[in-house]
């Protein structure tokens, strides 16, 4: 009947589900109903009876074949494993090497026959040598810092050496144990290359051809052990004396600094009187030489006139004589006040141009005026430096 016939049951109804009973399941019915399950998968059948008469048959042949070849593609599966980018795999199997794989997805037989090793190769590594990063000089390792230099002294030397896998092979087979043989490596070429050098040339300008020496010295240890390490950078983090003489070398810097500032000084003071010096050696040089061709110009022009007139004067003597003499008293009297007058059959007469003289007096005073002669160029009185009055001179005797 209805739940809602008369009669029924009030409290029950299809929405609430009031008046069933909530039991939980029997795990006695759902472990038989696996059981059962997993027979049929594997080809056997339940016996007739119920209860614990029920019998099941092995499981066949073919069920077995199912599950084997299962497990057998779950495990070729493991095989397959991916390399990221900037790494290298290196396959092994039974610990032997076999190949090394490129970065994308590769397979190699499942464990345990074979395994793989993966090595990051684009991964610059670092190594620190004589310090430890993060202290300053607090992270100073003396054991490994302390160098002994060429000239007998010691520094204290501070290197960072950044490499890189290059053979993924080599680097996990030839070396043991990478880091610790990297770092005696970087040891002993630096104390090789400190000891070959003065401490002045390791504190001051040695610096860049020191670092270049320890890294080829370096790389060649390495490539001599195989390990597959490349060398990419070394650097000199500092150099220094050690504390306790920390002041005198200070000291001993600034009076580098003050000699190297003294001769740089020098040799700007030299950069700019040599070439002044030489510029005035070389125009002396040229007016040496414009006066000496002016010289033998003049000589040769009075030779080769003095030649002309001696070819004239063999010619016509009294004539060549005449010239001469008329040239000569020409450019002597070319230079006075005085004019001469030649009278024929009479004395000569001296003609005074007075109004001419007057005018250079007056010019001579004015010149006295303003001159006033140095007291250090002041020379003692002769009688040649006087000038002569100007009178009646003595008349050259006329032919």
């Known amino acids: 009947m209805s739940w ?6 009030k409290n029950k109804d299809p929405w609430s589900g009031r008046g069933e009973e909530n039991t939980p399941p029997d795990l006695d019915e759902a472990i038989r109903s696996l059981q059962n399950k997993l027979g049929g998968l594997f080809g056997g059948n339940k016996g007739g009876g119920g209860g614990g008469n029920d019998e099941s048959t092995p ?23 991916i390399v990221d980018e900037g790494n290298r795999g290196v396959e092994l199997r039974f610990g032997k090497y076999v190949t090394t794989t490129q970065p994308g997805l590769n397979w190699k037989m499942p464990a345990p026959i074979e395994q793989v090793e993966i090595v990051n190769i684009s991964q610059i590594r670092s190594l620190e040598v004589g310090y430890r990063s993060g202290g300053g000089r607090k992270g100073t390792v003396s054991k490994e810092a302390l160098m002994l230099t060429k000239d007998e002294n010691i520094v204290d030397v501070r290197l960072a050496v950044q490499y890189q896998v290059s053979d993924a092979k080599k ?17 002993s070429a630096e104390r090789g290359v400190i000891g070959g050098n003065t401490m002045d040339f390791v504190l001051t300008e040695g610096r860049t051809q020191i670092v270049a020496d320890i890294k080829t010295e370096i790389q060649q240890v390495m490539d001599s052990y195989e390990s597959g390490i490349a060398i990419t950078s070394v650097n000199l983090q500092d150099a220094q004396p050690p504390e306790q003489v920390q002041s005198a070398f200070e000291d001993a810097i600034k009076a580098r600094e003050d000699k ?3 001769i740089n000084e020098a040799e700007a003071y030299a950069n700019d009187i040599v070439p002044k010096a030489r510029g005035a050696a070389a125009r002396i040089i040229q007016q040496s030489e414009g006066y000496k061709s002016r010289i033998i110009a003049s000589a040769e022009g009075d030779v080769s006139r003095f030649s002309q007139i001696l070819t004239e004067y063999v010619k016509a003597p009294e004539v060549t004589r005449q010239r001469i003499y008329l040239d000569t008293m020409e450019s ?3 230079g006075t006040d005085t004019v001469m007058v030649d009278v024929k ?5 001296m003609y005074l141009p007075l109004d001419q003289l007057a005018a250079k007096s007056q010019a001579m005073s004015s010149q006295r005026s303003t001159y006033k002669p140095s007291p250090t160029a002041t020379q003692p009185f002769n009688s040649s430096n006087t000038p002569r009055p100007s009178g009646r001179g003595r008349t050259p005797r006329g032919r």
């Open 332 to 334: 002597v009297m070319s």
């Open 4 to 9: 809602n016939e008369p009669g029924g049951d």
């Open 260 to 262: 190297q500032r003294l």
């Open 59 to 81: 499981p066949s042949l073919k069920g077995l074949g199912f599950l084997a070849v299962g497990a057998l593609a779950l495990w070729a599966a493991s095989g397959f494993y």
């Open 345 to 349: 059959g009479g004395n000569n007469i």
């Open 171 to 187: 680097y996990l087979f030839n070396v043991q144990n990478q880091t610790a043989t990297l770092k005696q490596v970087i040891e």
